[in-house]
């Protein structure tokens, strides 16, 4: 199987959410998603998925406009890998059982407005649900293992949002980022945040990197890996934050 967890901020209160289907067969909700059919990449199935049972538009210009969007959304670059494996499912039995692969891709500032959703195949109805297991107990009680896999991307997430809020008493006041402005992609030519380097850096302990960053793309390529996507590097050279701004 093949399941994606599209994810997005809440435009006014900021809250993670996800898209979530309501399966017509339990009437639970869950992560839209499906079979991999035969010959089929997991790339394409969690897309054609998503298109089936979260955005069943009914007019040919409205689902054309919904292309434009998803092909941003569902780009290689915006994927990111969370779970493959065993599916703690239902309908497993003693000798069949369910796998899946679960991509994660966020929907970005810019798109959050242009991306329509709709009901259909096996859905019953689609919504954003709020990221939240206390406040909203549909996401509380997600099919199967599916919670599990979007309380990763959470997990995830969360680092890059307190690096934009919570301000750090022993550095210089951080430069607000608008939530469109946090991808390196996104033009900005007036960014021009406060350079810092801690003291106990500057004093060039063996684990820190020299201030001379022209031996730094070859080791970071080389040598060292992230987690999270290829790195990219400014124009001096220094490796860019994989979370953006």
Not at 183 to 202: K, N
Request: proline share 7%; net charge negative; glycine share 4%.
């Amino acid at each position: 199987a093949a399941d994606p967890i599209v994810t997005r901020f809440h435009p006014y209160t900021k809250q993670l959410q996800v898209v979530a289907i309501q399966r017509r067969d339990t009437g639970a909700w869950a992560l839209p998603g499906g079979m991999v059919d035969a010959g089929e990449a997991v790339s394409q199935t969690v897309r054609r998925e998503f298109q089936e049972e979260a955005g069943a538009l009914e007019t040919p210009e409205a689902h054309e406009a919904n292309e434009a969007v998803l092909n941003q959304i569902f780009a290689e670059t915006n994927r990111r890998l969370v779970y493959r494996g065993y599916v703690d499912d239902p309908r497993n039995t003693d000798n069949a059982w369910m796998e899946t692969t679960a991509y994660h891709f966020h929907c970005r500032a810019e798109l959050v407005h242009q991306l329509r959703l709709a009901a259909g195949d096996d859905a019953g109805n689609v919504t954003w649900l709020d990221v939240d297991p206390d406040g909203e107990p549909r996401y509380a009680n997600l099919y199967a293992d599916h919670r599990s896999w979007v309380d990763r991307v959470a997990h995830a997430k969360a680092p890059h949002m307190n690096a934009r809020t919570q301000q750090n008493p022993t550095y210089p006041h951080r430069a607000p980022v608008h939530d469109s402005l946090v991808p390196w992609s996104a033009p900005w030519t007036e960014y021009s945040p406060v350079e810092f380097t801690h003291s106990d850096v500057r004093s060039a302990p063996a684990w820190a990197d020299t201030s001379d960053a022209s031996g730094i793309h070859a080791e970071l390529c080389e040598k060292r890996l992230s987690y999270e996507s290829p790195i990219e590097f400014d124009d001096s050279g220094r490796p860019r934050n994989p979370r953006g701004r």
